[in-house]
Structure formats: C-alpha cells, structure tokens
C-alpha cells in the first residue's frame, strides 16, 4: 500500500510501519547494585572466590572508608589482590545480561598509603578479553565515586556474560571498590 506524505513524498506501508518502531524503540537503563543486585530483573553479581570480596559498608578489616552517601544504594564491594600472596584463582566480578551496552561503575583512589590505591582490573565478554583499566597510585588519597572504569556501547544485542578481574599474575597489589553494573 502506498501512503501519501506531506510535500510529495510516497512511502509504503512496510516503511511506516518500520519507522514508527524504530520511534517507539528506546533503550532502558538496568542498574544491578553490588549487593543487593536488581530484583525487578532478577540479577545478582556473582563474586569469586568466596569470602574474596567484602560488602565494604560492614567491612571491619576493609582499608577503604568511604562516604555512603556518595555511593549507589550506599553499599560497595571491596577486594584487594595481593602481589606478595596472590590467589589461587582470579578475583572476579561477573554478570550475565541481556543488552547492547554495558558500563561498570567503582570508587577509585591514587592514595599510596592505606589503603593502596592501585587499579588493575581486566574485563571480559562472552569468555573474551575486552579491556582493561589500570590507574597508578600518585599520592592523592581522595576517593572518586561513580567512576566508570569500563563502558562499552556497542555489544550485539543478546544475552552476554560479563567478568571483571581485579589484579594480575606478576603485577602489582590491586584495590577493587565496585558499586554497580549498568546494562541497557
């Protein structure tokens, strides 16, 4: 069927109907929180090795003090990898999700005191290495929050795996402070 536009132009009803669903189509943000995930979508982010993470807002031994009220839901995890003691398995962070984009949110500090404000994370999709996101101590002990230390907007549409690795074989001691997962 051909339609008939304003100032001459002539569509199929085939070519409406795609534009009026590519109008109607937007993305939706899902923010999955370190702790208590996202129940409306039923996601929760799964930390490796057990016990290798601490919910860092009841953390007794964690170094990091952080301002709650700067903080997503008010909760962080805390991991650190240590280069003197390395763990017998990575210290990981995964998800799985169904989306095109993804942005991974921490706390980071260059502080070179306690705690040790070195960042070495490794990022993973689907099994495969897709960046990473290192940030060298420098002195400054003043903590950055909702800082995206991954961000990737171009995934195929999809359920997808994801993994955050804090720390690396042969590298320096590592501080993770994850906040929260964002997916859309």
Not at 18 to 42: K, M, P, R, S
Not at 56 to 77: F, K, M, P, R, V
Request: net charge negative.
């Amino acid at each position: 069927m051909l339609l008939s536009w304003p100032g001459g132009r002539i569509f199929t009803l085939f070519s409406c109907t795609f534009f009026a669903t590519l109008v109607n189509a937007a993305l939706v943000n899902v923010t999955i929180d370190d702790t208590f995930g996202n129940t409306q979508e039923n996601l929760q982010i799964i930390y490796q090795p057990p016990g290798a993470w601490s919910p860092g807002q009841s953390c007794t031994n964690c170094e990091a003090h952080l301002d709650a009220t700067q903080i997503y839901n008010g909760t962080w995890h805390d991991t650190t990898y240590l280069s003197d003691n390395p763990p017998s398995s990575p210290l990981s962070a995964s998800l799985t999700f169904d989306g095109v984009a993804i942005y991974v949110y921490c706390i980071v500090t260059q502080s070179s005191t306690d705690p040790f404000g070195n960042s070495d994370m490794t990022f993973y999709l689907d099994g495969v290495e897709v960046g990473n996101f290192t940030l060298p101590p420098d002195g400054d002990s003043t903590y950055h929050y909702n800082f995206p230390v991954y961000v990737n907007e171009s995934i195929p549409s999809g359920k997808h795996s994801f993994m955050l690795v804090n720390g690396r074989a042969g590298g320096q001691t590592a501080l993770a402070l994850l906040d929260s997962i964002v997916f859309s």
